[in-house]
């Protein structure tokens, strides 16, 4: 191998390192902004005030009658309160840093 | 600089092994700290191999022919933009291609979700590191992109002449992100499997990943038959090749999973069809990847040899055992929550979607492996052709076209009939009077199929347009603003549906255009004299004089071919003329001094350039076939390769101006290969019409849409804790 | 019925609509299917009126262009047979002498005849493996 070869190499190797290695030797943890549980919870909240919307539309473009809109948005709004109590569960339990 | 490569690829296998053990560790005894450095493992990853793939690819620019795939695959006088191409023209090549792409998609997805879903993406980091980690181990064992040769060669092979096109700069690229795309999610999958986390933030970051790789596998798709069609000599966009559907079966995959995701989302069903079908896509695309290079098919990309064909068997072996394992292993955790609620709801359709795509997929797999399968049931290898294909393929084609003209007026959970019966008033009409108009005209007379994809794509249009429609005016109901702002307002909002719907358009365009172009085309084959001419289709078309033209010294750079042979043609249709077409035939040299001083300079593989005039209605499509074999021209390649030296090329040129002269002179019938098409262009402008409705639906819809639902929510709830109490 | 039950027989339904269309698929695959021969196989082989995929390489030397039609003779890869054909229909650009080829051809008499735009040549192997350890440096 050519002087410069190796040279390259132990120069993108030492890059390489310490890239990698800056977690392990840093002594501060990574954030954890959020549970796992909680990260879950904003998600389905997320999908569900989707799904919500949709429903809307899909009443406002001739889709549903207004019984059937009333029924599906209940459903929904139900659905969404479970979510949104779980999650002030979660929050009285682990206050977000 | 090879050493530097070769080094780079192996401390590239270093950083896999590493990051994997890393990863593993970090989410087993849940130190997060290991699992950040596993992460920093694929970053790392990233750079190292862009460092390799710059290394060749300056390789390759300075013309360092002791790197044996410069050698094997560029030459001096290759053009520069071509040099740049010749990378992923050989294994070695593409295997660093491969690798690198997935290295930056991997890079790129794990920092996105860098703060969220640990566990998962762990695991994904892993299962990424151990896909680019089994590529590098194929490149360093198997075929090296930086072996060498010493002394090396004075000069290279060159880029075969049929792959002088740019249309090749971009195809393997974005077949290769397509394809590597697609492990993202698969990667994702299984590491939601193995974290036994299957749920609603994997469908948010998956999502996002999977129509990624739906939207480049597309457009990889795409300008492959973009230019097989404008490029290759047979006029045509789609064959049915092994090759051509290994990157179809994903696609299709991918779609199918697009659709079945937003059910989960929605009522937590399908969860165990979901993980199967997202594995399937990403061991769908290692097939694929797989098929090129190992020559088990008979077709025409039949690259590789035997050699890498098993450790590739042995990597899908375990992907699809894993998979099996992994699903039936969760399956408690994978049960629905909750079951279908109505039959007439956008649920059912998309249920209904998803069987006609994966039927779809399980045709073209059939049909694509079927030399394979018949020879392990049967003992003698058989296949199937293109009429095979064509026989499922349409009919569930027009069912799936249909759908998406249906799935658009029906409302998600459980929609009202009289509602969806009034909603079909108008799509149904749009598609009957085209019925009508179509018959009157007499446009689509004994080809049934063709018809009935016309009003199928017709009722698409009706639909989506209504939505369209209304949307807009609830949206200037809602707001008071004008149409136009409307309508912008009304997408931004709600970008997956109407963007879902631009893509639904595209799609039934481009069906359009592939009934049309199949149906109807009028082709013709023959030998034709200057001053003769034939009718193709309503056309008629005259071989008006023959072209040549070559270079003017022995110096390629600029062209590459050496001699190219052509003919000016008059298309003209009720006496009016329409365009003029110039086909042409190039030559090139071969470099070998066996064919003789001037017969080397024209030896190569010729390639023909196809002339073609492209319309909204119709495309007029032209080749040649110029026969240089006349007793006149061979003698005077004779002559020259008995009286010239052949150290001295420029003077071999000389003899192939005279050659080119005589050919002008007296010029012998040549063979023409004429094609007239209705409605090819569609297919392209459907292509991009699909690919412009996936960016809308990609796009992340703007945050304050979010904030306002939030908030609006939060109060009805409220209000409804009130109405509890 | 419960919509369980409802549910059931929706599923068995579907279940059993899915296997005929593929038994159907399945079993039209055999029939319409044409075997892959290569020029020893076919010359053992070949009956009168099926049409079969033959494999190869294009014989040095046996390529002779007519008006419309191309003569050409395929020969194993190893190189014990060859068979002689005629062809018309779209040939493809990378068509050459020793270049592999896939062309489907019936037996007619005693000769052989391709069908018309079945020939396909197989783009010159670029993604050769080179099986023995390289020297990296």
Known sequence: MSVLAVISTLLLLAVVMAVVSRPLLSARTPDEPRTPERAELEAEREAKYREIRDAELDYRTGKLSHEDYEAVNGALRAEAVVILDQLQEDQAASPPK | MAQFGGACLILALGVCAYGIGASIYGVRTGRPEFSESGRRSVYALAGILTVAFAVLELAFLRNDFSFNTVADTSSATTPTFYKAAAVWSSQEGSLLLWAWLLSLWSTLVLFLTRKRMRDVSSYATAILLGFGGFFIALMVFYANPFATTDPAPAEGVGLDPLLRHPSMMIHPPMLYSGYTLCIVPLAFGMGALLARKVDAEWIKATRRFAMAAWLFLGIGIMLGARWSYSELGWGGYWGWDAVENASLMPWLCATAFIHSLMIQEKRGMLKVWNVSLVLATGTLAIMGTFLVRSGILSSIHAFGGATLGVPFVVLIGVLILSSIYLVSSRREMLRSEHRLDSLLSRESIFLANNLVLVGLCFVIFWGTYFPLISEALTGHEASVGPPWFDRYTVPLALILVLLSGIGPVIAWRRATFANARRNFVIPLSVALSTLVVLLAAGVADGKPLALAMFCCAAFVMGSVGQEYWRGVRVRRAMAGEPAPLALVALVKRNRRRYGGYVVHIGIAVLFVGVAASSSFQH??????SPGQSTKVG???????????????????VHTGSTLSLGAVLNVSKHGKHVATLTPAEDFYDSGEPAQGSVGHL??????????????????????????????RLKRIVEIGNKTLPIVRPDEGMIAVAVLAREYLKSPPPAEFHLIVSPLVMWIWVGGMIVAGGALIALWPAPSAVRARVGVRARSRRAARGLARA | MSPARKRRVRLVVALSAAVILASALIYTSFSAASPTVTPSQLVHEAVVGRTYQLTGKVQSGSVRHEVQTL????????????????????????????????????????????????LITKCPSKYTVAPSKTKIY
């Open chain 2, 538 to 556: 309503a056309y008629t078309v005259r071989y008006v004089r023959p072209t040549a033209a070559v270079t003017p010294k022995y110096d390629p």
């Open chain 3, 71 to 118: 003569y050409f003779s395929v020969q194993d890869r190893a190189g014990e047979t060859a068979v002689p054909l005629s062809y018309t229909g779209t040939v493809p650009d990378p068509f050459r002498e020793g270049r592999e080829v896939i062309v489907t051809v019936e037996k007619r008499g005693d000769g052989y005849v391709g069908e018309r735009n079945s």
């Open chain 2, 523 to 528: 082709a013709s084959e023959l030998s034709l």
């Open chain 2, 602 to 631: 024209i030896g190569g593989q010729p390639v023909s350039q196809v002339s073609m005039d492209g319309g909204i209605t119709r495309d007029v499509w032209s080749a040649i076939a110029p026969n240089i074999d006349t007793p």
